[in-house]
T-cell receptor, first 115, second 113 residues
Framework: EAQVTQNPRYLITVTGKKLTVTCSQN?????MSWYRQDPGLGLRQIYY???????DKGDVPEGYKVSRKEKRNFPLILESPSPNQTSLYFC??????????????FGPGTRLTVT | GENVEQHPSTLSVQEGDSAVIKCTYS??????FPWYKQELGKRPQLIID?????GEKKDQRIAVTLNKTAKHFSLHITETQPEDSAVYFC????????????FGPGTRLSVLP
């Protein structure tokens, strides 16, 4: 089954404790992204990647890191989480834009609470 | 930078009526505009999209119109059904590579039986 998976789905942590949210897709997609969703603000892009070893900042990259060492994986790293990073996080992937079946597929989401 | 506004923030319609959600964007370089539906507790899912070389696109009860001159695009849902109740997000692609998106804040649509 074609899908984007994220782990963990729920996480409660404390300020300053490093954490990683994993994202994996099995559709051989070139593009991958991370978004955070907060009430009233819609989805805001944190980082995106157009290929292995190619990443770019989105609108809200502060406090986050990413890496794209393999095509299928795009982990989101919070080195020192703070309460303002409490949010719902979505990973997404897609084919290259010019391809016929271009569509951004979202993972199931990770609800993160930082106390 | 690109900014996307979306109106209304909430919309209630009677089953069978039409619903229209409008988005405006600021960057004339944007050329791809997707719409996503997000049901409660679920992930966003693409329902329709439009590229700047097209003025209108339809898929059954859903249509999207684009006015590049005025920099706005709208989602039209006809013959609404209770299962259309969800939050709808519009988005604009900033760099024309289908990767760097800015989203509107969302519209909560309620279809009343």
């Amino acid at each position: 089954e074609a899908q984007v998976t994220q782990n963990p789905r729920y996480l409660i942590t404390v300020t300053g404790k490093k954490l990683t949210v994993t994202c994996s897709q099995n559709m051989n997609h070139e593009y991958m992204s991370w978004y955070r969703q907060d009430p009233g603000l819609g989805l805001r892009q944190i980082y995106y990647s157009m290929n292995v070893e190619v990443t770019d900042k989105g609108d809200v990259p502060e406090g986050y890191k990413v890496s794209r060492k393999e095509k299928r994986n795009f982990p989101l790293i919070l080195e020192s989480p703070s309460p303002n990073q409490t949010s719902l996080y979505f990973c997404a992937s897609s084919l290259r834009f010019g391809q016929l079946n271009y569509e951004q597929y979202f993972g199931p989401g990770t609800r993160l609470t930082v106390t | 930078g690109e900014n996307v506004e979306q109106h209304p923030s909430t919309l209630s319609v009677q089953e069978g009526d039409s619903a229209v959600i409008k988005c405006t964007y600021s960057d004339s370089a944007s050329n791809y505009f997707p719409w996503y539906k997000q049901e409660l507790g679920k992930r966003p899912q693409l329902i329709i999209d439009i590229r700047s070389n097209v003025g209108e696109k339809k898929d059954q009860r859903i249509a999207v119109t684009l006015n590049k001159t005025a920099k706005h695009f709208s989602l039209h849902i006809t013959e609404t059904q209770p299962e259309d109740s969800a939050v709808y997000f519009c988005a604009a692609d900033r760099d024309n590579y289908g990767q760097n998106f800015v989203f509107g804040p969302g519209t909560r649509l309620s279809v009343l039986p």
